[in-house]
């Protein structure tokens, strides 16, 4: 802990360079478990010797963006994380164990669309992906309780309201209730298909609720 930075410096700069003698010599193994530890002894370096010395058409290009990835995701780095789990992406864009990781750097850096789209993408690879449906179906259960609220709410403001502005609020939560809360229930019934979860269980019984109060069936 009391080391002067330059010697972790010097740690990480010998061990990128014994990174580049085992790829010169076809050690990918070897030279990516250096480089894994190379991340931890100096980020920036390592970072660095990534983008200028390796050579990205190489096999073993992917897996030391993914080494940053994951270095990046345990020290909460999520800008980072997200830049070199996209890195990856390129060479292996149908992998779903680097798309999942990757919606959730999306996730925790407020890019919630974002998020979304590529929990859909992982569900078009994997259906039954647990995290992936977990994630859709409390992202559009929380959609659909926001935007009933909006409704209830502005149609509670009406002083006297008339019939036309009744239906426009029926209609408005039926549109709700077939979109958003409908996503939510897919995607929550297929969590409990997979895993016990009490939490889906609950909301699941929310949504019915509202089924019954709109007079769904």
Not at 13 to 28: H, M, N, R
Not at 198 to 209: Q, V, W
Request: charged share 30%.
């Amino acid at each position: 802990m009391m080391c002067p930075a330059s010697l972790w410096a010097q740690s990480a700069d010998v061990l990128l360079q014994k990174v580049s003698e085992a790829l010169s010599t076809g050690k990918d193994d070897y030279a990516v478990s250096l480089f894994r530890q190379a991340a931890d002894a100096g980020t920036d370096q390592t970072e660095m010797h990534y983008w200028t010395r390796v050579e990205k058409k190489s096999a073993v290009a992917p897996r030391l963006a993914h080494e940053l990835a994951a270095h990046y995701k345990e020290k909460r780095n999520y800008d980072k994380a997200y830049l070199f789990y996209k890195e990856y992406l390129q060479y292996h864009p149908d992998e779903v164990a680097a798309l999942v990781p990757c919606a959730q750097m999306q996730m925790m850096r407020g890019e919630e669309k974002d998020a979304v789209k590529l929990y859909e993408n992982v569900l078009t690879l994997d259906a039954d992906n647990l995290q992936a449906n977990i994630f859709l179906g409390n992202y559009y259960y929380l959609q659909a309780e926001r935007e009933k609220k909006k409704l209830d709410e502005d149609y509670k403001k009406l002083p006297s309201p008339t019939r036309m502005q009744y239906a426009r609020y029926r209609n408005g939560l039926s549109d709700i209730l077939s979109t958003d809360y409908g996503k939510a229930k897919s995607y929550l019934q297929r969590v409990l298909q997979l895993f016990p979860s009490t939490e889906a269980g609950h909301t699941l019984e929310k949504i019915r609720k509202v089924e019954i109060e709109m007079g769904a069936k």
